[in-house]
């Protein structure tokens, strides 16, 4: 059993950043693909991006592109969100999730462990 651990969501103004962390219990965490999904209230989970087991394959929903970074340190066991300029709309509850086959994907059926979320709230 995989336990993913999120932090650094918060408040923040539209236009700011933040950079969200997501620790894995495993010594296994080198091999999954990692995902951020977001919730917002009265919404579905959404896909934000994902990256391969080593790091060299990305993807991102579109409304993440060119503002929001995956990355990851697998010495660490941790997978990281590089959120910039932050709009109203990003406010949501984000979670880190981890996929056994090691590839990014966007959909949530391929991840078989989830963080708790943690909250991020932009205010305009």
């Known amino acids: 059993q995989v336990q993913l651990v999120e932090s650094g969501g918060g408040l923040v103004q539209a236009g700011g950043s933040l950079r969200l962390s997501c620790t894995a219990s495993?010594?296994?965490?080198?091999?999954?693909?990692m995902g951020w999904f977001r919730q917002a209230p009265g919404k579905e989970r959404e896909f934000v991006a994902s990256?391969?087991?080593?790091?060299?394959?990305?993807i991102y929903a579109d409304s993440a592109k060119d503002r929001f970074t995956i990355s990851r340190d697998n010495a660490k066991n941790t997978v990281y969100l590089q959120m910039n300029s932050l709009k109203p709309e990003d406010t949501a509850v984000y979670y880190c999730?981890?996929?056994?086959?090691?590839?990014?994907?966007?959909?949530?059926?391929?991840?078989?462990?989830w963080g708790q979320g943690t909250q991020v709230t932009v205010s305009s």
């Open positions: 999730a981890a996929n056994r086959g090691g590839a990014p994907t966007g959909r949530a059926q391929s991840y078989d462990y």
């Open positions: 495993a010594r296994t965490f080198r091999t999954y693909g």
């Open positions: 990256l391969s087991w080593a790091g060299g394959n990305t």
